[in-house]
């Protein structure tokens, strides 16, 4: 740990962002179990969930990024043991359990009308007595998800195509009147109350105030970065910067964070008191467009000098990497980025397109990757591994990832 570390070159900066987010630990030799699952996220603070699932699950990618062949059904075996909870942490996101009282602030200007949210606020203003009857149903009947009372009279249209049922759950969700106590088949949250889903020695917790929620939330986000901007710490737990920039510098006074300079950035930056820098960083890495490594783009631009945009949205003659492209960490730096597909009816892990950024050699860092690339596919159990011609960097990775059948655990 050199001096104080109140200057960082940006290669310390590195390493301590990734050693931050889990990288710094060498991957169990075997399959990582719920244990582990649930001790990464407590150390990440947060995981965001989306439902694309043309590769796999949004959410588990993460944990393979860090923990490499994992238990695949660790994220609900966790839920139902009361270790993790959902809640719009990030965006959607899973959580550690014991900081669910920190968003009870949140949960609550949502209730009271504090802070209004997409047309949820309205919906209860104008049918209180449904949403209330709802609730009451929940509390009386279990969980449920929104399909058993369901409203809807006509097939349903696009994903944010909500009935009043739907509309009405997601607002108590959002008050934190409900909770998901899981998810379906279909990906469906299962909606139960708070008394039924939290351990009793989370739900007994008394509820802090916002302002001091808000510090611990950003002391969270301090450990989670390594080193971040004002900004960088808001956006961990989606504050607004101009509500936290006060609470930052009293966190400073207090001792608890330190302001850095980092070379290149205009921003001051902040690290945690107990932070320490790695010597060095050799992890290699799939990520999700959503893994809270990348997830805020002006960071990786700062950090990582690698612009990124996710294309799904995107038509396809417009796409510049393709649909679901990973960015691909090598050592301390993000050095390309895979458009990739679960072909399940083949049995095989597709690599639509490949690219190296520019400055990095393919032949340099092929076998790694490709690797990497393998052990994913037998982690999904896809028997094959099947790279296309799109992109710079197909060839060497095609090369590197050879043609034999990749061994799986049925």
């Known amino acids: 740990m050199p001096k104080r570390l109140d200057e960082l070159s940006i290669v310390e900066a590195r390493r301590l962002a990734l050693a931050a987010q889990g990288f710094g630990a060498p991957r169990a030799r075997a399959t990582s179990s719920t244990v582990d699952v649930v001790a990464l996220m407590k150390k990440l603070g947060v995981v965001q969930i989306d439902s694309v699932n043309v590769l796999v699950r949004s959410q588990e990618l993460p944990l393979f990024a860090r923990l490499g062949n994992h238990d695949r059904s660790a994220i609900p075996k966790a839920t139902s043991q009361g270790k993790i909870f959902e809640y719009w942490g990030h965006e959607a996101a899973h959580l550690p359990v014991e900081i669910q009282p920190l968003f009870r602030w949140k949960m609550d200007a949502a209730r009271t009308g504090k802070a209004k949210h997409w047309g949820l606020t309205s919906f209860y203003e104008d ?9 009451r149903h929940v509390e009386k009947n279990g969980p449920l998800t929104a399909r058993a009372v369901s409203t809807r009279t006509e097939k349903k249209g696009t994903w944010w195509d909500w009935d009043e049922a739907k509309t009405a ?4 969700f959002l008050t934190g009147q409900v909770m998901s106590s899981g998810r379906g088949s279909d990906f469906a949250r299962v909606y139960d109350v708070p008394e039924r889903v939290l351990p009793a020695k989370v739900l007994n917790v008394p509820t802090p105030d916002e302002r001091d929620a808000r510090k611990q939330l950003l ?11 004002a900004d960088d710490l808001a956006d961990y737990y989606r504050q607004r910067p101009a509500a936290v920039k006060p609470l ?4 400073v006074e207090e001792g608890v964070l330190r302001e850095v ?32 490594l990348v997830w805020y783009r002006p960071r ?21 990497f393709g649909y679901y492209v990973l960015p691909v960490l090598c050592g301390d730096t993000l050095v390309g980025r895979l458009d990739m597909k679960a072909d399940r009816a083949a049995g095989t892990l597709r690599v639509e397109a490949a690219y190296v950024e520019p400055g990095v050699a393919a032949n340099k860092v092929a076998d790694r990757i490709g690797a990497e690339v393998r052990s994913m596919a037998e982690w999904l159990s896809l028997e094959h591994v099947v790279v296309g011609r799109r992109g710079g960097f197909s060839a060497a990775l095609a090369g590197a990832v050879g043609s034999r059948r990749v061994r799986t655990r049925r």
């Open 127 to 135: 049918n209180k007595s449904y949403v209330n009857r709802l609730l």
């Open 248 to 251: 930052i510098a009293e966190l």
């Open 169 to 172: 759950l997601e607002y108590l």
């Open 300 to 320: 990786n631009e700062r950090l990582f000098n690698f612009h990124y945009r996710i294309e799904i949205y995107t038509p396809k003659p417009k796409r510049k």
């Open 261 to 292: 300079s980092v070379n290149g950035w205009k921003q001051p930056a902040f690290v945690h008191r107990d932070s320490k820098l790695p010597t060095r960083m050799n992890a290699v890495a799939l990520l999700s467009p959503f893994d809270s």
């Open 219 to 229: 002391i969270r986000a301090a450990k989670g970065h390594g080193v971040a901007t």
